[in-house]
């Protein structure tokens, strides 16, 4: 746990989901400023749903999501990667810069002092000598590094990662690990999306499992025993089967007792 008691982050009651159709439902509680928080829990439990939620990309159907002592536009999110990044014309120094544009804007120039820290965060993540390269061009590797010197420069104190290992090389995996540990020892907020449940036990002293509602919570050893997964796993079986068919008015209604 935490040493530090303030919350950054309340739920109340939060359901979240598309359409009026719920993903994840009913969540309480709070995360700690200062948190190492890792997210897991089988394909489909929500675990996107809710970071979008905290960024804001989605409103909840029911609840809220409170945030404390930091706005909306300055978390620092990596969305589970996509090929669309890699498809946009520019090069790794401009694509790192765009972690300033909620400093600076998009269309101000850049003075000496952003430059020298576009440039380090860049030789942060092991990419110096490659600023002018085209990210279309870059391994899937190198392209998560760009993307986590983007997150250095927003230098924000919630950092949201969904699945930032998937499909990259261990020596990548590695470096960035190391990125995250420094972010939370600065006392930065971190929560991770992962699959990897050795990598969650090594690095990550809290974790949450959800499975459409949170199963368990708490220290990670505790949240990944066989139990609690088996009951994750169980709960995902049990509601794959409808899990995209419409939920109708009286379901949702029907959940308030919880
Ligand atoms: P996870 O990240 O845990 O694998 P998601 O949060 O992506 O799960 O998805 C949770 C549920 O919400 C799934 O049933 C998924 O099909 C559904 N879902 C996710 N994104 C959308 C979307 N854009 N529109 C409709 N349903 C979605
Ligand atoms: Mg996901």
């Known amino acids: 746990m935490s040493a530090s008691a303030l919350p950054i982050l309340r739920f109340d009651n939060l359901t979240l989901g598309y359409n009026r159709h719920p993903a994840v439902h009913h969540l309480r509680g709070e995360i700690a400023a200062g948190s190492l928080l890792a997210v897991v829990g089988p394909n489909g439990a929500g675990k996107s ?6 960024v804001g990309e989605l409103r909840p159907i029911q609840g809220r999501i409170e945030l404390m002592g930091l706005k909306r536009e300055n978390i620092a999110y990596l969305a589970q990667q996509s090929t669309l990044d890699s498809s946009f014309p520019i090069v790794i120094s401009d694509f790192v810069a765009m972690g300033l544009w909620a400093e600076f804007g998009a269309f101000r120039g850049f003075d000496y002092g952003a430059r020298q820290r576009i440039e380090a965060a860049i030789a942060a993540v092991g990419l110096s ?7 279309g061009q870059l391994s899937g590797g190198q ?57 969650v036990r090594q690095e990550y002293p809290e974790t949450l499992l959800l499975a459409r509602e949170v199963v368990a919570r708490g220290a990670t050893a505790d949240v990944l025993c066989e139990e609690n997964q088996e009951r994750a796993r169980h709960l995902a079986e049990a509601q794959g089967d409808d899990a995209d068919a419409p939920i109708c008015h009286a379901d949702i209604t029907a959940q308030h007792h919880h």
């Open 143 to 199: 392209l998560q590094r760009a993307r986590f010197a983007r997150v250095i420069l927003q230098d924000s104190p919630l950092v949201l990662l969904d699945e930032p290992y998937g499909a990259i090389d261990a020596n990548t995996v590695r470096d960035l690990a190391m990125l995250v540990r420094r972010w939370n020892a600065e006392g930065r907020t971190v929560i991770s999306v992962l699959h990897d449940f050795s990598h």
């Open 129 to 135: 000598g490659l600023e002018n390269r085209p990210i």
């Open 49 to 54: 749903t809710l970071l979008k939620g905290i």
